[in-house]
């Protein structure tokens, strides 16, 4: 049996040459095309990541010239597949080639798919611009196909990753939005807990608010909310708005302790909690 990567090379040299060869009869860009996809396919046999990706990536420009958009969003996916084992950058290029194409066919749930997997691969990769913008995409779409579930999900990260930029009042918004969406949900609403519980942290940890503000939206939410009231997680609020307000980093820090020890605290949360640590005994926060 021939090696794929010598195969693949000679498909590819064939292919090129169809290109450009004048031709009366027959239609040389589906010969040059065929030709193209078998190299693509012993590349991937001989696991060369790149040249496979880069093969499909022209199956799929050959195809958007031949009119033929299924096919291109499918090579771009292809492409995808292949550039996820060795480049982020093209394999989001991938990615949103073959969204848009689904954008303009109104094929908004398979778009939204696709801008899921490009945000969680961004976000693998520690590109966080990257995996904000298309979770957000995801969000939209998914809410568009009343896929409300998914939607909130993507919303939540959208929320999460505004917070580690510092874009508390974005993180905030989500956070309120889908607590509401969530209360009348009988699987959803033990939830809400967590989501104002995030919000109100943000409303701490965020500079263009003072104590006054984040205690009003601490009542509201019990409003909301009057379950919410019980809860560990709203307690240890109204213990840390008091601990701020007196500029006690000592009793703030108790309290985070003892909520640790019975509710593991997770990266994201600790992260937030320094920073509200961080104001006590500034003047624009007490």
């Known amino acids: 049996m021939a090696d794929p990567e010598v195969a693949a090379m000679e498909f590819m040299a064939k292919a090129e040459k169809k290109l450009k060869a004048f031709s009366l009869f027959g239609n040389k860009k589906e010969e040059a095309l065929e030709l193209y996809q078998k190299g693509a396919v012993c ?14 990536k022209k199956c799929a420009e050959m195809m958007l010239e031949m009119k033929n958009d299924f096919d291109a969003s499918n090579h771009f996916l292809e492409a995808a597949v292949c550039f996820k084992k060795c480049s982020v950058p093209l394999t989001v290029q991938c990615y949103e080639a073959a969204c848009r194409i689904q954008i303009d066919k109104g094929r908004f749930q398979q778009a939204a798919k696709m801008y899921k997997e490009v945000a969680e691969i961004a976000e693998a990769d520690g590109v966080v611009d990257e995996a904000l913008k298309n979770f957000k995409a995801a969000a939209e779409y998914y809410a568009q196909e009343e896929q409300t579930s998914t939607a909130n999900q993507m919303f939540l990260k959208v929320a999460a990753i505004s917070a580690t930029l510092e874009r508390y009042q974005e993180a905030i918004d989500i956070y309120e939005k889908v607590s509401a969406a969530s209360l009348d949900v009988a699987l959803l609403k033990w939830s809400v807990k967590d989501y104002l519980f995030h919000s109100l942290l943000c409303h701490m940890a965020n500079p263009a608010m003072d104590i006054i503000a984040a205690k009003r939206a601490h009542e509201r939410y019990l409003d909301m909310d009057p379950t919410f009231q019980d809860t560990r997680e709203c307690q240890l609020v109204a213990k ?9 980093a000592d009793a703030f820090t108790g309290h985070v302790a003892e909520f640790d020890s019975m509710s593991r605290l997770d990266k994201w949360r600790t992260t937030l909690l320094l ?4 104001k006590i005994g500034e003047q624009d926060f007490s």
């Open 43 to 56: 590349y991937k046999q001989a696991k060369k990541w790149q040249e496979a990706g880069d093969a499909y």
């Open 275 to 278: 920073t509200i640590k961080k």
């Open 240 to 248: 840390l708005l008091q601990a701020v307000e007196d500029a006690d």
